[in-house]
């Protein structure tokens, strides 16, 4: 029997019953693994009341600090601990690689509560005494009720962290994973009820964008929205959530360019460059899919990045030694395809050898004569390379920033005036240098532009989570002026 997947609302999962059913598909071979009941505006309303209740009845938002810390860690130790379960169950909707959600998608769920437990249990207030007689104290409440948007790319590292930054100040939480990706999240709302999470405080709506997100992120009695996809998503919720003044954060789309100087331990360039844009099937936004070269080295980097590209092990996900799996879905698959047809193709640009079903895309490789094309600007999300070349690093930096986006970057140099240079000029929110992704939850992550708004991580989860309320009182007394006494 085909599994159903259903609502998590006021610490269990509903029925399903007459919600409009949707296919869950494994891109692998494009079988059906389960249904999801779409949650309707009714629904998305049962579960928002449940968060509301559970939020005035104070008992997670009041609990102390070291049982927050408790539940956040056997959340973490839970994760763990189902571990094979979690991977078969995101490798069932994503077709990622097994070994990369092994060892890097579970790992990062679990750090994501572990991080958030041991940083709740650090951060301290801000108190002010300079404006004698007055002891000004700045508390941090918690916001209330958050809706988190999660996408389908990396859908439990993603969605965890916002999760876990959402209940470790206190507020209660609405996950709406995308229609692609739900399958992981029924065990990660068991794992929360098991952990200790009272009733109501976490819930689970699932559905398409338009039906259930909208429903969410409009709804009055959601105080806070965290999204994570698209940039023209980003933009209707961004509408939505503003109409009731709601708080927002938005991580979204990127075009992220990835520069290679001469002056650098090319070896390693290669290999980052590689698995930069084709980790997780292509599908990052943070992927560096504009890689430029200098000149210089152009034709030899490009040569050996091909050749790499096409040794890549493509193939079932479930295969630990197949290192690219297929794009999510029909739709994705074509798109890429698309892109493909009028590029100046070096090697793949076709749908990958030895497969007759499943959404698999060869590892594609193209050079570009001129940043503007749509190849250059518009975020493809697949396992896609496009090169450009340079002359000097002030013509790479004018072209990396040539974009509507700007979440990440990259730089591979040797020379530290060229280093400082680019982190001076370049837009974008994340400067690596000599690294592939090298996330510290600790930092500020986030865009420029068009790639989002905001940002999470450590004090600016503290941020978007809480709201500050200040607490002024006197030290000793003083005169109060008397009217009416005459």
């Known amino acids: 029997m085909t599994e159903l997947v259903t ?10 019953a007459g919600a409009e059913r949707l296919p869950v598909i494994y891109p692998h071979d494009e079988s059906i693994v389960a249904e999801l009941a779409e949650a309707d505006a009714a629904e998305v309303d049962r579960a928002v009341a449940a968060a509301r209740a ?5 008992d997670w938002r009041r609990a102390p600090v070291s049982e927050r810390q408790r539940v956040l860690r056997c959340i973490a130790a839970l994760i763990d601990e ?5 991977v078969r169950r995101e490798l069932l909707n994503t077709g990622i690689p097994i070994r990369q959600i092994r060892e890097r998608h579970i790992r990062r769920a679990s750090m994501n509560f572990a991080f958030f437990a041991d940083y709740i249990g650090q951060v ?9 007689p007055f002891l000004t104290v700045v508390r941090r409440d918690p916001v209330g009720v958050a809706a988190l948007v999660a996408p389908w790319n990396a859908p439990l590292a993603l969605a965890t962290m916002e999760l876990a930054g959402a209940l ?10 995308s229609e692609l990706t739900p399958l992981e999240f029924v065990t990660i709302m068991e794992i929360c009820r098991d952990a200790g999470i009272p009733d109501g405080v976490v819930g689970l709506v699932n559905g398409r964008g338009p039906v259930t997100g909208q429903a969410l992120v409009a709804h009055p009695g959601v105080d806070v929205v965290a999204f994570i996809g698209g940039t023209e998503t980003g933009r209707h919720i961004a509408r939505a959530a503003g109409g009731n003044l709601k708080k927002y954060v938005a991580e979204l789309g990127g075009k992220s360019a990835n520069i290679v100087t001469a002056n650098c331990d090319r070896e390693r360039a290669l290999d980052a460059a590689l698995l930069g844009i084709f980790s997780n099937n292509g599908q990052q936004c943070l992927a560096g899919s504009r890689i430029l070269v200098e000149e210089s ?6 040569a050996d990045f091909a050749r790499r590209a096409q040794a890549i092990r493509v193939g079932d996900p479930a295969d630990p030694a197949n290192e690219v799996g297929p794009v999510i879905s029909r739709a994705q698959y074509d798109r890429v395809l698309r892109f493909a047809a009028d590029a100046e193709i070096v090697c793949g640009g076709m749908r990958a050898a030895g497969f007759d079903k499943g959404f698999y895309v060869a590892p594609t490789v ?11 600007q518009e975020e493809i999300f697949g396992p896609f390379a496009t090169f450009l070349t340079f002359r000097d690093i002030d013509e790479a930096l004018s072209i990396a920033n040539d ?18 240079k680019a982190a001076d000029m370049l837009d974008a929110g994340t400067l690596w240098v000599n690294t592939p992704v090298a996330r510290d939850l600790r930092a500020p992550f986030g865009g420029f532009k068009n790639s989002g708004v905001g940002r999470t991580g450590g004090h600016s989860s503290r941020a978007l989570f809480t709201e500050e309320k200040v607490l002024t009182l006197p030290m000793g007394g003083f005169p109060i002026a008397k009217l009416g006494i005459g």
């Open 7 to 16: 609502s998590f609302v006021a610490g269990r999962f509903t029925d399903g």
């Open 54 to 58: 559970a939020f005035a009845k104070g």
């Open 82 to 86: 189902r571990q094979e379960e979690l």
């Open 124 to 132: 301290s207030n801000e108190s002010y005494e300079q404006e004698t």
């Open 168 to 177: 470790a100040f206190g507020n209660c939480a609405i996950l709406k994973p």
């Open 297 to 302: 080295i152009a034709e030899q980097f490009i």
């Open 366 to 376: 193209a050079r570009a004569s001129d940043n503007a094309t749509p190849l250059c």
């Open 403 to 420: 974009s509507q986006f700007g979440l990440v970057a990259y730089l591979w140099s040797d020379d530290l005036p060229t280093v400082m």
